[in-house]
C-alpha cells in the first residue's frame, strides 16, 4: 500500500478547513498524511489538531500555488492528493 500525502492549501484554518480535516481522518485508506498549509496558525489551534497524520506548515501570505509545491517537497510520500479547504 503506496502512501498518500493530502495537502490542503489554504488561507486559515477556519470553520471549513476544520471540517475537512475531520473527514479526511476518517478516511478507511489508512496510509496517508494530512499537510495543511495555511498562511500562520496560532498555537491553540496547533494544539487542536495534533495527530500524527497530520502536519501543519505555515507558508506566509502565498499563492496556494506555491502552497502545493511546498507541500509535495515536505512530503516523502509517491503520491498526492489535492483539496482545497472548502
Known amino acids: 500500500m503506496e502512501k498518500i500525502t493530502i495537502i490542503v492549501p489554504c488561507k486559515e484554518i477556519d470553520s471549513m478547513t476544520t ?3 475531520e473527514e479526511c481522518l476518517k478516511l478507511d485508506y489508512t496510509n ?5 498549509l495555511p ?3 496560532d498555537k491553540e489551534t496547533l494544539k487542536k489538531f495534533k495527530h500524527k497524520k497530520v502536519k501543519i506548515i505555515e507558508t506566509g501570505k502565498v499563492r496556494p500555488s506555491f502552497k502545493r ?10 503520491f498526492f492528493a489535492f ?3 472548502d
Do not use: P, R, T, V
Not at 32 to 36: G, K, N
Not at 69 to 78: P, T
Open 32 to 36: 496517508f498524511e494530512l499537510f495543511i
Open 83 to 85: 483539496i482545497d479547504s
Open 69 to 78: 509545491n511546498l507541500g509535495m517537497k515536505k512530503s516523502k510520500a509517491k
Open 19 to 21: 471540517q475537512c480535516i
Open 39 to 41: 498562511d500562520e496558525c
